[in-house]
């Protein structure tokens, strides 16, 4: 009876632990509260199931589980000799993920290979269903959760750079998931092409960037570790697009066109070109001083359009931004040159677009608004509301904070406050309230902890590589590469949604398996 009464109770804490596993990757993409009820769930059921003692003897063992919880505890130790306690202990909270996954999925149940690859295609059938709301929400097919402003808003549930992670992830799992049936490969290439679609279509530089660099780095595993024809066709590709994009964005910003003979012509209509104009910039290689003239510009622009030519009192005016507008498609500044406009480019005008480039949904214009933007920060142009422009002010504060305490930091709850006493001791042209954090998570472990504290952070993260190898883990590996690369760019452990997509999905891949295959550790 004993036995029996043993039987059904592990068999009633396996299920509930699948269940649990199941409601945390369904909420990633839609729902904090899902994510959490799922999460404390699971370490309730932990509990319930009892044999503790056996649990934590079994993680002691684990040197991979006991590397990942060092990650966490190198930032309790950071609180030692931090002066803000109060957000020392908010961040403890919002990393606790960091501490419980390793512990708890280390020392309970191995999934079945079945049910393991159930809890994975419920992650990306998610990561597509939240990506799919969003898009119909822009085509307005579905009621909104959340205004859309700009195109990043169409990630309705949680940031749009934690739904690029996931999606970027997601592209990787889907070919091993779905390759069953003809049907299920029909679905998991199509899901693939709309993925990628909603990826440029949200503009996400962040996302694509991090998939193109993953492939990359694959790639590169196949042709020099295995040896393997496979990373040359999948190098090739990848170099040949690269060195296309690079090379249409340089050529943009390098190729300058200065018409000499300016100072000798005349509007078609017989007017003057102003010589002596203080719009002193180039738009996609054409200068903006050449062939202007403004009373033609205003005149024909206000017979066009109601958004006056000069501003007035609480409203914009189009000045500017018509004649940057004309200049990037290397129009004259003049009537012949605004009657070329289309109703389009007059559209993207009043809307403030200044390049014609930076108005098209896809994300080879988003790269060059980013490019607009270094090229603007370069030159001491303000970064504030500039996203690339922003980060680089942002890791240059960081930088100058690390080399006044650069062994131990300043502790794990200053790191807030360093940032602003920075801001006002040194001085910035960013607006109060974009002066934020580093956005990238290495440089914020560095100030919280220090060199020495960053070092043996990264330790503790890298450490199961060599049985994520070793055991074939490629979901894993996949998952961490994306992962540690979005540390560049972003605070990603800063936040709950991004703190459980690293650690969450990572420990879920190596402990979770008994197939030799998926698993690093049994």
């Not at 899902?34 to 009892?50: A, D, P, Q, Y």
């Not at 296309?244 to 200065?258: A, C, E, M, P, R």
């Not at 206000?302 to 990037?328: C, W």
Request: net charge positive; hydrophobic share 45%; aromatic share 16%.
């Amino acid at each position: 009876m004993k036995k029996l009464t043993s039987f059904f109770s592990y068999i009633s804490g396996y299920w509930t632990h699948v269940f649990c596993l199941s409601l945390i990757v369904i909420g990633m993409p839609f729902s904090k509260f899902l994510m959490s009820l799922g999460t404390i769930s699971l370490i309730v059921n932990w509990f319930i199931e009892g044999g503790i003692k056996k649990k934590f003897i079994k993680f002691f063992r684990n040197k991979t589980a006991l590397s990942l919880t060092g990650a966490y505890l190198i930032f309790v130790a950071g609180m030692i000799y931090s002066q803000n306690l109060e957000y020392g202990l908010k961040d403890l909270r919002i990393k606790i993920p960091l501490l419980a996954f390793p512990i708890v999925l280390s020392t309970t149940h191995r999934l079945k290979k079945s049910h393991y690859f159930l809890v994975v295609r419920l992650f990306t059938l998610s990561v597509i269903a939240s990506s799919l709301y969003g898009f119909l929400v822009y085509q307005n097919l579905l009621p909104a959760k959340k205004e859309i402003l700009e195109l990043r808003d169409v990630s309705q549930f949680i940031s749009h750079i934690r739904l690029s992670l996931m999606i970027v992830l997601s592209l990787f799992l889907i070919p091993k998931l779905f390759n069953q049936s003809i049907g299920y490969k029909v679905f998991g290439v199509s899901s693939s092409l709309f993925l990628l679609y909603f990826l440029s279509f949200m503009e996400s530089a962040t996302g694509l960037v991090l998939g193109f660099v993953t492939l990359f780095l694959i790639s590169l595993y196949y042709l020099f570790k295995k040896k393997n024809l496979y990373g040359f066709f999948m190098l090739a590709p990848i170099l040949i697009g690269g060195t296309l994009v690079v090379q249409n964005l340089y050529s943009t910003y390098t190729d300058i066109k200065i018409d000499t003979n300016n100072k000798s012509l005349l509007t078609k209509s017989g007017n003057p070109y102003d010589q002596n104009y203080f719009y002193d910039f180039f738009d996609n290689g054409n200068y903006a001083k050449d062939f202007v003239c403004e009373e033609e510009l205003k005149e024909e622009w206000e017979r066009i359009s109601d958004l006056p030519f000069y501003p007035k009192e609480n409203e914009k005016g189009a000045q500017f931004i018509l004649i940057r507008y004309l200049t990037s498609k290397g129009l004259k500044k003049d009537l012949e040159g605004v009657r070329q406009l289309s109703d389009w480019d007059i559209n993207n005008i009043e809307k403030g677009v200044p390049n014609y480039l930076h108005a098209s949904t896809n994300i080879l214009a988003r790269l060059h608004r980013l490019m607009f933007e270094l090229d603007g920060y370069m030159a001491g142009v303000n970064a504030s509301g500039n996203s690339l422009a922003q980060r680089l002010e942002y890791w240059k504060v960081g930088t100058k904070i690390i080399k006044e305490k650069p062994w131990f930091g300043y502790g794990t709850g200053d790191v807030a406050d360093v940032f602003e006493n920075q801001y006002l001791r040194n001085g910035t042209n960013l607006e109060a309230k974009y002066q934020l954090r580093s956005h990238n998570q290495y440089l914020s472990t560095a100030i919280a902890v220090g060199i020495i504290g960053l070092s043996f952070f990264l330790f503790c993260l890298l450490f199961p590589v060599g049985f994520g190898f070793k055991q074939r883990n490629y979901f894993y590996l996949i998952c961490l590469c994306i992962s540690l690369l979005s540390f560049f760019s972003e605070d990603t452990l800063e936040t709950q949604d991004g703190v459980f997509f690293f650690t969450f999905l990572t420990n879920f891949f190596l402990f979770s398996s008994k197939n030799r295959y998926l698993k690093s550790v049994e």
